[in-house]
């Protein structure tokens, strides 16, 4: 069973008809006895990042996902949940994340030509750093849908996947049994699909 985190912000009830269009069980909940009873977990996320990294931790979310990460639980965040893995972020100042990830959370108007429209909106495509078991049934230049303002910087070591938006902008993550997603699989067809498929196959 997949855990679908539940602390205030995300697209919680669209991912989780997603894992039942899939065939996948998921289950939306604030829980810490049915996260640490599920065999993944997933984080999503919308919104500013203060606020959600504020919700974990006043929930005593934050600590336990940590405990989670640390027994080699699969996790993926999505959107602003994989912004939240990051160390920090300069959105509106300057806020701690989870630490899951080595890096930082930046303004993409730090890097995108100026005139581009942000936030970024709309379908672009991926192009892979290196392979990995969530794409495994994603291809070079597949197509998913993006919305942000701020993208995940200082981390390449653990960069899977870029998009281009007039500079490259990080897609995806990976470091060991953490992985993120900046755009919405949810809202990706059938690539998001697909990825959501390698999700809850993992260790299967």
């Known amino acids: 069973m997949i855990a679908i985190v539940d602390y205030g912000v995300g ?19 604030s829980s810490p006895e049915e996260i640490r009873n599920a065999e993944k977990i997933l984080l999503p996320g919308v919104g500013a990042f203060s606020d959600a990294a504020q919700k974990l931790r006043d929930s005593g979310l934050a600590d336990f996902l940590a405990d989670e990460v640390k ?8 959107c602003l949940g994989m912004q939240l893995l990051f160390d920090k972020s300069y959105e509106y100042g300057e806020h701690q994340g989870l630490g899951f990830i080595p890096g ?11 005139g581009l429209k942000i936030p970024q909106i709309g379908w672009n495509a991926l192009h892979f750093e290196r392979e990995h078991p969530l794409f495994k049934y994603v291809k070079e230049g597949d197509h998913v849908y993006f919305v942000h303002s701020y993208y995940a910087a200082d981390c390449a070591p653990a960069v899977v ?11 995806a993550v990976a470091r060991d049994n953490v992985m993120g997603c900046q755009f919405h699989p949810e809202k990706s067809g059938n690539v998001g699909l697909g990825i959501l498929k390698a999700f809850a196959e993992m260790g299967a």
């Open 161 to 171: 996947a870029t998009t281009d938006y007039g500079a490259p902008l990080t897609a």
């Open 71 to 78: 027994s080699g639980k699969p996790l993926l965040g999505i």
């Open 11 to 29: 697209n919680l009830f669209s991912l989780k008809s997603s894992f039942s269009f899939i065939g996948a069980e998921a289950s939306v909940t």
């Open 104 to 114: 930082s959370v930046k303004p993409i108007s730090d890097v995108i030509p100026a």
